[in-house]
């Protein structure tokens, strides 16, 4: 006789025990051979090793149903304790045509206009892909929707976020605190877009294990990023040498997604943005895709896109201004 522990990590209790344990019994009464005693994150199992490692499969595939899905029925419950294959499970939760994932609390991830479904559309065709718009498009909450997505579904084993640490116009540098504490505020926009697709426990256990990992461009030198669905966000704010060291960085495993506002540049004068040229130079490049969204494509409060619509005709009046006065001069 042996025992062994199941760590539930991740997983709400409920989710997995069901109201007053109601699910937990199940599980005792299809293997009443087995000791079996649960108790918060924690599943202990004695009995011979030949039915515990029938057991540990079986639960194992239940952690991944629950995992992928977030909630299981007692009658798919049922129905992978007794080793029916996942394909002819019944009433599984299917995701709408508009959907990328599922995320919390029965909360389904859905893209919301033609060119975030472009977007979802290019990144299952493309390795890499170059995600362009203004700010509200939903650019970088869709990347990391899909790259929840391939987490979940096994297709990477990890997630890489990063961004370039460049101040919006002002200097954080003044701050207390150790490097994480001075580069996270650079950092909260992935996040916020995180904190709606897992559940916190589930969060941040995979931030303790790095299977998620969201640190500043500069971190990803001399790294081989592979088995990964990686994305840099604010890639505008990116100097040639850092795109060019970045996307080099990807191993033949991996997908990408590169998120940037042409319009919100804040490197210092005496640099350009490396954004522009590596759109310039690799959109031939098969397994590249590019997809430009716009003010069409904003999905936060309604006056941001007459926002955007206000600073780009002001943009333009500057530049037609600049341009008289030289043809005059």
């Known amino acids: 006789m042996i025992e062994i522990t199941i760590p539930l990590d991740g997983i709400r209790p409920i989710d997995f025990y069901g109201v007053h344990n109601a699910r937990l019994g199940i599980i005792k009464k299809t293997f009443p051979y087995l000791n079996i005693s649960g108790r918060g994150s924690e599943l202990k199992v004695r009995g011979n090793e030949k039915d515990i490692d029938d057991f540990k499969s079986k639960i194992n595939k239940v952690l991944i149903h629950l995992e992928k899905f977030g909630s299981i029925s007692d009658t798919n419950l049922q129905s992978i304790l007794f080793g029916i294959a996942e394909d002819e499970l019944v009433d599984l939760p299917e995701l709408p045509d508009d959907a990328i994932v599922h995320g919390q609390n029965g909360f389904l991830v859905r893209v919301r206009t033609p060119n975030q479904k472009k977007m979802v559309a290019l990144a299952n065709e493309n390795d890499i892909v170059f995600a362009i718009g203004p700010a509200g498009t939903g650019k970088t909450y869709t990347a990391v929707a899909l790259a929840v997505r391939a987490l979940k579904d096994k297709v990477v084993k990890r997630i890489i976020l990063t961004r370039p640490a460049v101040e919006a116009g002002e200097n954080l540098g003044f701050l207390p605190g150790d490097l994480k504490e001075k580069i996270d505020p650079y950092l909260r926009p992935l996040y916020d877009a995180l904190d709606d697709m897992l559940p916190m426990e589930k969060l941040n256990l995979y931030m303790q294990n790095r299977v998620i990992e969201i640190a500043p461009l500069a971190f990803m030198r001399g790294r081989t990023l592979d088995h990964a669905f990686i994305i840099l966000d604010e890639a505008q704010n990116a100097t040639d040498a850092q795109i060019k060291m970045f996307l080099t960085r990807i191993g033949p495993s991996a997908k990408c997604i590169i998120t940037g506002d042409l319009t919100q540049i804040d490197l210092p004068r005496n640099q350009s943005s490396g954004l522009y040229t590596s759109l ?27 926002i955007i619509k206000a600073y780009d005709k002001e943009k333009t009046r500057i530049e037609n201004r600049v341009s008289d006065d030289h043809q005059g001069s």
């Open 280 to 306: 310039r130079i690799l959109k031939d490049i098969d397994g590249i895709g590019t997809i430009f969204l716009n003010e069409n494509d904003v999905v936060r409060h309604r006056l941001v896109k007459q």
